[in-house]
């Protein structure tokens, strides 16, 4: 306890994580089923899935540190058991995202599967004193399987240099869906934060190879980039027959439509004064 706490008080010195870390993101979210074997187990703003498979379970994105008990929570009224989580994947390097790695491989021992280009940023965030518990690296294509079910990597550089978003099949009614957890096309905060040379050819090239994709089940890594409130609340009211909310073609395409129009306006704000240094 005493450890988490020091852990705390160093995350709250930190001006990214104070950044990072706005009001009611870490407030607990109804746990559902998506589809299939795959669980929505993050909080109100924070996406994690858990993908229940018969040798265990895959948990995407173990949060912030303080996230850690709001999933559990959400794991546990799923009626499935925390410590039966073997494999923790990452999607990128940020602390909303991977600050609670180290508590999850405590509580669980799962194989921690990070992205190799982000790996040594990935290491930034961990507890004071510890050190970030990675233990497989994954390339782009690489993939992870456990108990009959396969997630594929897919690298999606710009919002960090090696984000990626993972790639599966569901199936619900005898048909199968190509299921889509979108890493982070945010490029809003330009202003703010210069993150390394490339960046923008980066993103650029990634909106783009986003429209590849033929996402069928559109999720991400904010619950907010994939509308989950909405969805959530029609996924309450469905009855026999009506669709599933999460598939949403449409509404991922026009999700990347909608970054790419925020990055290049902040990208414009950010050349405007003509003292700037130009692009990257
Ligand atoms: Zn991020």
Known sequence: MRKLMLSAFALALSPLVAFCQP?????PFPPHRVMDNLYYVGTKELASFLIVTPQGNILMNSDYETSVPVIKASVEK???KFS???????GHAHPDHVGGDNMVK????AQVVVGRVDADKTKDFHPAGQVHPIDRLVDDGETVTLGGTTLTAHIMPGHTRGCLAWSTELKEDGKSYYTFIECSLNGQFLQSLDQY???????RATYKKALTFPVEVFLSSHASFYNLAEK???LEKRG????????DPEGYKAHVAQYEKTFEAALARRQAPPAEKKGN
């Not at 009001?23 to 407030?27: A, E, F, L």
């Open 232 to 234: 959530y609340a029609k």
């Open 197 to 203: 040379p490339g960046m923008v050819d980066d993103f």
């Open 23 to 27: 009001k009611g993101w870490n407030d």
């Open 240 to 247: 026999p027959g009506d669709p599933n909310p999460f598939v």
């Open 106 to 109: 405590e509580l669980t021992g």
């Open 84 to 90: 039966d989580i073997k494999i923790l994947i990452a």
């Open 78 to 80: 799923l009626g499935f």
